[in-house]
């Protein structure tokens, strides 16, 4: 089998260099958001963050928004480079709904939590009840990582199918996968180490997926995907 390599368009270049975007600007609107409060504490001191911080909470909910459509960009990258190795399976598709997903839940999910907090801070009389809605919107995190599993089990799948890129990616992505799913159903501790905002749930499978995602947008970036011949599945990064 030959594999003849030629120089791709730059729509894959452009979605490696979105992926990382999509991780900096993330990043950057989280530490805008400061300390949030864990979902246990009391209302008022819930209701006291979202006070203080209200500029700030929309600031960071807006740049999330932009990284959840840039991951979104990522993700047709992704489904794209496997749709040119592969025609025939489904995989492609299945990659390409699961970050179709993603974005949508992450976009619900940052649009939920400025709403709540513009609502909360403009009718002073519904900040006795700021527990419940954020406790809502941070469960709701924790859960989609059922959706995240989905899709980075998808992703692997695809891999192993098109050798597009190096087997070690496919099994980072199932380890991603299986710690993310493990924090979801976690979800039904109240505190401590297993709660929904934890380091062990709420932080470390997200900087996994986050180092996953900057991995796999660098290889596309500096890559050039092979195009096969008479049948032959590309290689990428071999």
């Known amino acids: 089998m ?5 120089k791709e368009s730059h729509e894959l270049r452009w979605g490696g260099m979105a992926g990382i975007a999509a991780i900096v600007i993330a990043i950057i609107g989280r ?10 504490e009391s209302s008022t001191t819930i209701a006291g963050f979202l006070l203080q911080y ?22 047709i990258a992704m489904a794209t480079a496997f749709r040119r190795a592969d025609e025939v399976s489904d995989t492609p598709a299945m990659v390409l709904a699961g970050y179709v997903l993603l974005a949508a839940l992450g976009f619900v999910g940052v649009s939920l ?6 609502s909360l801070t403009a ?24 959706a995240v599993a989905a899709t980075f089990g998808a992703t692997a799948a695809a891999i192993m199918r098109t050798h597009v890129f190096p087997m ?15 924090a979801a159903f976690a979800v039904g501790s109240v505190g401590g180490v297993f709660g929904p905002d934890s380091l062990l749930v709420g932080v470390l499978p997200g900087v996994l997926t986050a180092l996953w ?10 890559e050039h995907l092979p195009i096969p011949a008479a049948g032959a599945r590309p290689v990428m990064g071999h």
């Not at 030959?2 to 030629?6: C, D, G, P, T, Y």
């Not at 700030?56 to 960009?73: D, E, K, P, R, Y």
């Open 2 to 6: 030959i594999l003849v390599k030629v």
């Open 31 to 40: 530490l805008v958001m400061g300390n949030a409060p864990k979902v246990m």
């Open 54 to 75: 209200r500029t700030q909470v929309l600031l960071g909910s807006l740049l999330l928004g932009i990284a959840t459509m840039l991951f979104l960009w990522f993700g």
């Open 113 to 118: 939590l400025a709403g709540m907090t513009y």
């Open 123 to 146: 009718h002073r009389s519904l900040m006795a009840l700021a527990g419940g809605p954020y406790t809502a919107v941070t469960v709701m995190g924790a859960i989609s990582g059922i």
């Open 168 to 182: 070690w990616m496919a099994w980072c992505a199932i380890a991603v996968a299986v710690v993310q799913l493990l």
């Open 213 to 222: 995602v900057l991995a796999a947008s660098w290889m596309l970036i500096r």
